[in-house]
């Protein structure tokens, strides 16, 4: 059996040149195949016979299946039908492939809950069309039966779909820490708002607290102001009720004055009247003496009420001058009570150091108690006082000096180094 020719110019489909080459230069073929088809040379070639020997196909060519020599039309025909096969197969290489699946939702809660909302969906529908297969198969009805059967297995393919972000790696973790990072954002959003909660109600209290401080001082303004008005008006009362009672009194001597004056004068017309040998009746001179001495009476009553009066509202300017004078001392002992609570307060921040810039005041609390016992208790006093006087000296002593009244504070650093002892 005689080996086909070598075909230099051909390559391996898909890899061969396109369109492929013709046989020879002055051979072409038809635009149709003309006469009957011959299958396609691609089947394994015959056995080789025992006169035949070494390679069938030159090194280096590509395998292709043998074939009996023809003639030149079928050879055309049999070229035509391979490079229509191989473009057949080229082409259905070269189709459209299937669209990639959809890649996976990003792992979120809401996803989760969407895609599990959509798979109990799915899951019931796969639970009623199982109900009705046994019912199908409990009836005996094939059609309806498989159609259920169709639709079940639809159903299942829709879940497996619907479910299939949760088989992916990695998705329950992520699907975790989302929901841990969304728990743990919920609690910081509820803790800032109970800061915030709180931040107002506090900041609420420190207006309610101002707001009464606020109206507490202004009640107190107020009332001061209606006392000294109060104070005022009582003066202003008390005087012009004074001032009517010393103008009373004042007619009071008058009258007393015109009833002197009056007696004066009746007494020098009776001696002008006598000596002109007239003399009035004695009736005359005793109702006339009757009429005197009512009046007189009547005006020494009238001076004691006054007097009296007079008495009483100088006693009740004297009880508001003293009132008012004993809160203006009482104003000025609360001043310096607070100026020496301030300067012992100076003195304990000097010795013992401030106790807003040092927290730990209760390590001092020891020193404090040691050095201020004598305010708390007697005898700590009398023995400390005993202890003073072991130090007295006459008044005229040159080295002598009194008691200090409170801390007696250290002196100035008089070196650099006790200045950095002190610091």
């Known amino acids: 059996m005689a080996q086909p020719p070598p075909f230099p110019a051909r390559l391996p489909p898909p890899f061969r040149a396109f369109p492929p080459p013709f046989p020879g230069p002055s051979v072409r073929p038809a635009p149709f195949a003309v006469g009957p088809v011959a299958p396609p040379p691609f089947f394994l070639p015959p056995p080789p016979t025992a006169g035949e020997g070494g390679p069938r196909f030159p090194p280096g060519v590509p395998y292709l299946a043998a074939a009996p020599p023809r003639a030149a039309a079928e050879e055309e025909a049999v070229q035509r039908q391979q490079d229509e096969l191989w473009l ?37 529908r796969v639970t009623a069309l199982c109900r009705a297969l046994r019912h199908s198969e409990d009836q ?24 299939r972000p949760l088989r992916e790696p990695g998705y329950g973790e992520a699907l975790r820490r989302k929901a841990e990072r969304a728990r743990k954002r919920r609690l ?11 931040a107002k109600e506090e900041e609420a209290a420190r207006a309610a607290e101002r707001e009464a401080k606020i109206d507490q001082w202004r009640a107190k303004c107020i009332q001061e102001v209606e006392e000294k008005n109060r104070e005022q008006e009582l003066k202003a009362a008390a005087d012009s009720v004074l001032s009517e009672v010393r103008k009373k009194q004042a007619d009071t001597k008058r009258m007393t004055d015109v009833l002197r ?15 002109k040998g007239v003399c009035p009746p004695p009736s005359a001179d005793e109702a006339f003496e009757n009429q005197v001495e009512s009046l007189k009476t009547l005006l020494k009553t009238r001076t004691e009420l006054y007097e009296a009066e007079e008495r009483a509202l100088r006693v009740m300017l004297e009880g508001e001058q003293e009132e008012e004078r004993k809160r203006e001392m009482e104003k000025k002992q609360k ?60 008044a005229d002593h040159p080295e002598g ?10 002196s100035l650093p008089t070196s650099d180094t006790w200045a950095t002892a002190v610091r």
């Open 88 to 124: 057949s197969q080229f082409l259905g290489r070269r189709r459209a492939a299937p669209p990639p699946p959809p890649p996976p939702a990003a792992a979120s809660p809401s996803s989760a809950r969407a895609v599990a909302v959509a798979a109990l969906a799915r899951v019931a």
């Open 401 to 410: 000096s009194c008691i200090p009244p409170g801390w007696v504070l250290p």
């Open 261 to 275: 004056g009056l007696e004066k004068l009746r007494k020098l017309r009776k001696e002008a009247a006598a000596r």
């Open 188 to 198: 910081r959003l509820q803790r800032r708002k109970l800061e915030a909660r709180a």
């Open 140 to 163: 005996g009805d094939e059609p309806g039966w498989a159609r259920a059967r169709e639709e079940a297995e639809a159903a299942l393919q829709e879940l497996r779909e619907v479910v």
């Open 335 to 394: 001043k310096e009570r607070e100026k020496l609570l301030q300067q012992k307060l100076e003195m304990d921040s000097k010795l013992f150091g401030d106790p807003a810039e040092f927290p730990l005041a209760h390590l001092l609390q020891p020193f404090r108690d040691y050095y201020l016992q004598a305010e708390h208790s007697v005898a700590a006093l009398i023995q400390i006082r005993h202890e003073w006087d072991h130090y007295l000296v006459p």
